[in-house]
């Protein structure tokens, strides 16, 4: 493998583009046409413009991609996280071109990318799922199984991901409402408006694992992460490993019940199994194939480069490391500094910065590709960095993490990092084991105006 073409942008594009650095491989970039100016087009090897601002003009758009990498000679595509890389057509494209898709098989994203599908793949290999149906044909359907299955329940899209395309309903009268809003929200974001429902389990936490697998057989779990800080739109807002207040019976059954997912799906590449807990029961969720955008979490506390990884296993080499090779060493946190107003339900917040003061020291790692000046685009995620503390203990990482976001210093747009100093300080974070609605009880408003 001597070229990869990077089919993303930020600071993924950026965390790529340096493990193929790493690994002696020149780079590609694509960019929009709203993102010239970006540092994942400064520095990769060549780049190219693949389109005007929306993505799906741009980062989605399929033909321009491969025909920039045909064009520069690339031999692979690494497809980061959102936009194609779950997109098992994509896959199959790049293969039909010639192009090594660094991710897991076209098979593999299929199969696990319908949540329908995957959970019944799931619930043949002995996984405990939460119950549900497979896909729905309409809201009467989804009615008579909300009924079956007991209230409260959740609408969620096959096809979805990141919040998107998911309604609770807790009572019949809510259902046909809920599915339209839910059918609409999933047919705009990802093209597929099929939903299923599911037991909506209240109070849980998630978690979830991660593994890597390559084309050998071998696979691996590099332990798990809590993600129970989320946003009102279940988008994960900060993210820990290992997951506190969780019990040693509880945690090696997730990373054991993590690997039998994996294995099922024959699966290559870097990928994650996400759970809700509650109490001593785990259910399996869904699964997600590709690089997680909390990836550097497991990477600080396992000593382990992921992205690498994922680019040998795609090169056709074995895992560098095994089972018994990886061990846990302290703890990791990392908070997502998003161009977004918590005073207004989190709405993104597009627009120029001023100033860019991110932190460092002994412990922190930022990934980011944010600089004085650079605009913010509306067409995308609004992530404009990922601080990640670690420490030889959970407290210390947290102190740590506390002092980062005091450096943080970002003008021109509202950002998160005001709600994340306030959750990192907040005596109910600090305990561990909050569930998924700890955001919903927690006044975003005047966290953000007095960090």
């Not at 690339?74 to 991710?103: K, M, Q, S, V």
């Not at 609409?184 to 939903?195: I, M, R, Y």
């Not at 599911?198 to 390559?214: A, C, L, M, S, Y």
């Not at 930022?366 to 509306?378: N, Q």
Request: glycine share 8%.
């Amino acid at each position: 493998m001597r070229k990869i073409l990077i089919a993303n942008r930020g600071e993924i594009a950026l965390r790529v583009n340096r493990a193929a650095h790493e690994l002696g491989i020149a780079t590609v970039a694509i960019f929009s046409e709203a993102d010239r100016a970006s540092l994942h087009v400064r520095s990769a090897d060549e780049a190219y413009c693949v389109g005007p601002g929306p993505a799906a003009r741009s980062y989605l758009n399929i033909p321009n991609i491969v025909s920039a990498a045909l064009i520069s000679g690339a031999d692979a595509i690494h497809p980061g996280y959102g936009f194609l890389a779950e997109n098992a057509r994509f896959a199959e494209i790049c293969a039909d071109h010639g192009l090594t898709f660094i991710g897991p098989t076209p098979e593999a994203i299929s199969t696990m990318g319908d949540k329908a599908r995957a959970k019944a793949m799931m619930a043949a290999a002995k996984v405990p799922i939460t119950p549900g149906t497979g896909i729905l044909e309409s809201a009467a359907d989804a009615a008579k199984a909300a009924a079956k299955i007991g209230f409260p329940v959740m609408l969620k899209a096959t096809a979805g991901g990141g919040g998107k395309g998911m309604r609770v309903v807790r009572a019949p009268g809510e259902v046909e409402h809920a599915y339209a809003t839910a059918q609409a929200e999933a047919e705009a974001n990802f093209k597929n408006g099929a939903l299923y429902l599911e037991k909506f389990i209240e109070q849980p936490r998630h978690v979830e694992v991660q593994v890597i697998g390559d084309t050998f057989g071998n696979v691996v779990h590099v332990g798990e992460r809590d993600c129970s800080v989320q946003k009102p739109s279940h988008q994960k807002l900060i993210e820990e490993a290992p997951a506190p207040a969780l019990g040693e019976r509880v945690r090696e059954r997730l990373h054991g019940v993590a690997l039998t997912a994996a294995r099922a799906a024959r699966y290559t590449s870097a990928g994650t199994l996400e759970f809700l807990v509650s109490g001593d029961d785990v259910f399996f969720m869904e699964m997600n194939t590709r690089i997680q955008v909390e990836h550097p979490v497991s990477e600080m506390l396992y000593g382990v480069d992921l992205v690498r990884e994922q680019i040998r296993v795609a090169a056709g080499e074995k895992l560098s490391f095994s089972q018994k090779d990886l061990k846990a060493r302290g703890h990791a946190i990392e908070c997502r500094i998003n161009a977004e107003d918590p005073s207004q339900n989190f709405a993104p917040a597009a627009g120029t910065m001023r100033e860019v003061v991110l932190p460092g020291g002994y412990g922190v790692r930022v990934d980011s590709h944010a600089y004085a000046g650079l605009a913010i685009p509306p067409f995308y995620d609004s992530l404009i960095a990922k601080i990640v503390a670690w420490g030889e203990t959970r407290e210390q990482a947290l102190k740590r993490m506390e002092c980062a976001l005091r450096e943080t210093y970002i003008d021109g747009v509202a950002t998160t990092a005001g709600i994340c100093l306030a959750i990192v300080r907040d005596e109910r974070f600090r305990a561990g084991g909050v569930s998924i609605d700890f955001l919903n009880h927690f006044d975003a408003a005047a966290a953000a105006a007095h960090p």
